[in-house]
């Protein structure tokens, strides 16, 4: 059985500038921070959109104009999202090397509108994880729920204590932690790197 390593993309793969983005979309829909987080980024909206509440980009731009009550222009969103990602090579590079020990995959929350421009958002990771450029709406839960990263298991056939996983947040580390999964807290490129040697130096591939 192969090894996984599973790797969150914002803050860890990718610098993310929420503020950034949330500025665009101040601009491009007239509503300010606050009223953003009240009618959308909410467990009814985009918490939902990452646990695949809308199955397609449209269905998810759809509930996202309803909410917001405007229209939003698709290519805008796509745009005001990449601008405000940039790539971290050393990150990129230990995934590289990852790949190399075991099969790579992404889980970052995030819905289907995202999902579907990830080789536009993040073009960095389509060499590195080609068909395995995934979001949590594709497995129907997001992190830190213990369900997501079991779905994920099954996915790739793979025994929990074969898994890696790679978040900047302790939650989502502890959700992976419960289902038996070797979870690393992201702090930098370098040590991330050093985590993944010594989890695959303690298990042969097999």
């Not at 509503?31 to 646990?51: D, F, I, M, Q, V």
């Not at 909410?67 to 990129?92: F, I, K, N, Y």
Request: a negative charge; aromatic letters at 10%; hydrophobic letters at 45%.
């Amino acid at each position: 059985m192969t090894l996984l390593f599973i790797f969150d993309m914002d803050d860890v793969l990718y610098d993310y500038d929420w503020r950034a983005r949330m500025a665009g979309m101040t601009r491009m829909t007239g509503h300010s921070l606050h009223e953003l987080r009240r009618r959308w980024w909410t467990p009814e909206g985009e918490l939902a959109a990452e646990a695949g509440g809308f199955a397609t980009g449209r269905e998810y731009l759809a509930a996202l104009e309803a909410a917001l009550g405007c229209a939003v222009d698709e290519s805008e969103w796509v745009r005001v999202r990449g601008e405000a990602m940039t790539p971290r090579p050393d990150a990129l590079a230990a995934v590289a090397r990852a790949s190399e020990l075991g099969q790579v995959t992404l889980l970052t929350n995030n819905g289907a509108l995202t999902a579907e421009y990830l080789p536009t958002l993040a073009p960095d990771l389509v060499d590195l994880f080609g068909e395995h450029l995934l979001t949590s709406s594709a497995y129907g839960a997001r992190k830190p729920d213990p369900a997501v990263f079991e779905r994920v298991l099954d996915a790739y056939g793979v025994e929990p204590a074969r898994a890696f996983f790679a978040d900047d947040l302790p939650e989502n580390i502890e959700g992976a932690a419960s289902v038996g999964i070797t979870g690393h807290l992201y702090s930098t490129a370098a040590a991330m790197h050093a985590a993944i040697e010594e989890f695959a130096a303690a298990r042969p591939r097999r």
